[in-house]
């Protein structure tokens, strides 16, 4: 995200150094939008190596493509930018391809999983690096370290204690595993515009969505202040934020309306509303521009906005704020270190209905505590917020929370104390290698789809739930569907919704699979 000047750097032969950044497939090419990660390394290179960026998710056989170009051309690296998730096996595949064929060319992993588990990471042997957190610095210092040392510059010695000194680095020394110090956080830099041109045609990942035909995605703001417990973020950040500057920001989107033709942005931030102050330079800039846009947020920064900041965000156009309501139990949102009430919950959803903004609540359900209970009391709740805002957006995800050793040192103690266990009361082995983490199991954990404790009678009771919700409130954000399917299916659902008969819903699953309308638990990632 971040660019400077520089002198770019080269061998004793004189030749430019080269990069091969990779993001690994995760989603159709119909749905693919910015490979952001990866857009922000080859921009922070930018005068120092030239990096070529494959996009996974554009290409038809990311595998190929990766060793197509690494024929073409001798790279220093591979950075490979992986999520948790689906994305783990699409990063296995196309790291075990090029250590088969490219032997000595040294893989880097960065992103949320090596950030996560780093030792998982370095537990494959395709895997030479992890970059932890920000990668922007780390992986600069790591690309020049690399290229000292096959350069004759340094010795193995010297190569050892260049790396040693390398912040939010994890490595093998002789065999073993090597954490190195964490990375201060940098704030966003005042840069030119992302390299989109890296991408071939841009143009390809605008997508039509419920704001408009051609949506562009955008990150403003990195981290987030807050410690929630089972958030990858605060894990990632430890509790770091802020912002680019407006300035950079009404660029940037002067870009993407007049060059690329975007219609309406999603915002990817952490949390796009933490202070009001800080925020209002930016809100100044959406209102001038007037591009429809949807964001991250808290009911409490949303609560406390004034009633000037919310004159600037309905002139602005948002659209849809999403929110982390997570529970209608106060005492798990204190546990969890969330930072919000249950009443602000409901405040937010009457607030956003008063300036036409659509909240769209997500919710965790199944926590490892009474999680029977704790679920029916959020069906509960969900349907109290549909009362005071019908067209609250709600999304039903799984509480499974981070693994203790990959939170803050602060939380890490907290965690730990309490022991999470399986439906047979056995404590739960998070997995050690990246292999483990693509068993559907651990896939299903890592989406908050499904968790060790749950019952199979839970499960079918959550996702009957969550249809006969869908049915019942078609989400707004499917752009596909006709209106009178959308229609058929709320007629059909209302008396399950009504009585509460969420169980065995047969019809709505069968329409469901003629009509198809979009999964915002999907659309909203």
Not at 19 to 39: D, T
Not at 81 to 97: F, H
Not at 128 to 136: F, M, P, T
Not at 177 to 192: G, L
């Amino acid at each position: 995200m971040t660019t400077g000047a520089a002198t770019a750097v080269t061998s004793p032969a004189g030749t430019p150094g080269r990069v091969l950044l990779i993001n690994p497939r995760i989603s159709s090419r119909r749905k693919a939008r910015f490979p952001l990660s990866v857009l922000t390394l080859a921009g922070w290179l930018e005068g120092r190596y030239d990096a070529t960026v494959i996009d996974g998710n554009i290409e038809r056989d990311g595998v190929s493509a990766t060793l197509r170009a690494m024929s073409s051309a001798p790279f220093d690296a591979v950075g490979v930018s992986i999520m948790g998730g689906p994305q783990v096996q699409s990063a296995i595949e196309v790291s075990k391809a090029i250590r088969a064929n490219f032997p000595g060319t040294p893989i880097i992993w960065g992103g949320y999983f090596p950030s996560l588990y780093p030792a998982v990471a370095l537990n494959a042997p395709y895997v030479d690096y992890a970059v932890r957190g920000q990668g922007e610095d780390t992986f600069l210092a790591l690309l020049d370290t690399l290229r000292g040392a096959r350069g004759g510059v340094q010795g193995s010695e010297a190569g050892s204690d260049e790396l040693n000194a390398i912040d939010g680095l994890t490595w093998r020394r002789d065999g073993e595993t090597v954490h190195n110090r964490d990375r201060a956080f940098s704030p966003p830099r005042s840069v030119s515009r992302l390299p989109y041109e890296k991408l071939g045609d841009p143009r390809q990942y605008l997508s039509r969505t419920f704001m408009g035909q051609r949506t562009a995605v955008y990150q403003l703001a990195l981290g987030c202040r807050f410690r929630c417990t089972f958030c990858g973020v605060a894990a990632m950040f430890r509790g770091a934020t802020a912002l680019a500057p407006a300035e950079r920001v009404e660029q940037d989107l002067i870009h993407l309306r007049d060059h690329l033709g975007a219609d309406s942005i999603q915002f990817y931030d952490h949390n796009f509303f933490d202070r009001e102050e800080d925020m209002i330079p930016v809100l100044e800039v959406l209102a001038r521009q007037r591009l429809p846009w949807w964001c991250y947020a808290r009911a409490d920064a949303l609560l406390n906005l004034s009633p000037e900041s919310w004159s600037l965000v309905r002139k602005s156009g948002l659209r849809m704020a999403y929110i982390g309501a997570e529970s209608p139990s106060d005492a798990l949102l204190k546990s969890i270190r969330k930072g919000t009430k249950a009443d602000q919950t409901l405040a937010v959803a009457d607030l956003c209905r008063r300036n036409g903004v659509i909240p769209e609540l997500s919710f965790m359900v199944a926590p490892p505590n009474d999680p029977e209970g704790e679920t029916e009391r959020t069906f509960e709740f969900i349907r109290e917020i549909k009362r005071v805002n019908p067209q609250s957006e709600i999304i039903v995800y799984v509480y499974t929370p981070v693994p203790a050793d990959s939170l803050p040192a602060n939380s890490r103690s907290r965690a730990a104390a309490t022991t999470l266990l399986d439906l047979n009361g056995d404590p739960i082995r998070f997995p050690r290698t990246p292999e483990e983490w693509t068993e559907k199991k651990w896939i299903d954990y890592a989406c908050h789809a499904d968790a060790p404790w749950m019952t199979d009678r839970l499960r079918r009771r959550i996702r009957n739930f969550v249809t006969v919700l869908g049915c019942r409130f078609p989400t707004v954000q499917d752009a596909r569907s006709p209106a009178w399917t959308k229609s058929t299916l709320r007629l059909l659902a209302s008396w399950r919704y009504r009585f509460r008969l969420y169980d065995r819903p047969w019809e709505l699953n069968l329409s469901k699979k003629l009509v198809q309308l979009a999964d915002p638990r999907v659309s909203s990632l």
